[in-house]
């Protein structure tokens, strides 16, 4: 079975711009979760989609917002860009919401973002 | 709110060497908690988990014990290898009485070290 796929895998962009992210969970997961990773604040949860709801948001600004189709695969996108942006994004999927802990989520390999 | 803390390292160790890992949480609900692992260049593996006070994870000789009276989750091993060597986070999740769970909320990883 395939795994979490991310695209793409590295993407270089200018301040003041916008940005979408592509994950494609495992199939028959229905759960797609975010993450951001840097170094100086570590991983950050941002969202989590379940049959195209919004279940969960972290503490992120309003520039940060997802989607989820119908067919499972999600979203993120980030809009007028900064500097403070630049991260790994991880995405997470697993069979079910996160309130079932039997649900195991299973991570992408990420995307890195450089904003210059 | 939530919060997990852990040595960062990195850690060095010898091969064959005992492992331990701190990991200590602050939660609000009921958490459940999770060691990730994380090999260059890739996104986090689940490497064990536990549900409920005096659980004990197991997987790969990895092992680590839900203590709720030291709100703790020590990650071991008895004998590590060099193939080890990644970053280790320690993670929990919240389960709200009122249903609902809040995206898993991370340390900041501990990056081990194993030389042979």
């Known amino acids: 079975k395939a795994g979490v796929t991310q695209t793409p895998r590295y993407l270089i962009k200018t301040r003041g711009q916008q940005v979408t992210l592509s994950c494609s969970p495992i199939s028959g997961h229905r759960s797609v979760s975010w993450y951001q990773q840097t170094p100086g604040q570590g991983l950050q949860f941002l969202f989590e989609?379940?049959?195209?709801?919004?279940?969960n948001k972290g503490n992120f600004p309003g520039r940060f917002s997802g989607r989820q189709f119908s067919n499972s695969r999600s979203e993120m996108n980030v809009s007028t860009l900064e500097l403070g942006d630049s991260a790994l994004y991880l995405c997470a999927s697993s069979f079910g919401p996160s309130e079932v802990l039997s649900y195991e989520q299973y991570f992408g390999p990420g995307t890195r973002l450089t904003v210059t | 709110g939530n919060s997990v803390t852990q040595m960062e390292g990195p850690v060095t160790l010898s091969e064959e060497a005992f492992l331990t890992i701190n990991c200590t949480y602050t939660?609000?609900?009921?958490?459940?908690l999770f060691w990730y692992v994380q090999y260059p260049g890739e996104g986090l593996q689940l490497l064990l988990k536990a549900t409920k006070a005096d659980d004990k994870g197991s997987n790969k000789g990895f092992e680590a014990t839900y203590r709720k009276e030291t709100t703790s989750f020590h990650l071991e091993k008895g004998s590590v290898q060099v193939s080890d060597s990644a970053v280790y986070f320690c993670?929990?999740?919240?389960?709200?009485?009122?249903?609902?769970?809040?995206?898993?909320?991370f340390g900041k990883g501990t990056h081990l070290i194993i030389q042979p």
């Open positions: 993670a929990l999740s919240v389960l709200y009485s009122g249903g609902g769970a809040d995206g898993l909320t």
């Open positions: 989609y379940f049959s195209e709801t919004q279940r």
């Open positions: 939660a609000t609900g009921y958490p459940s």
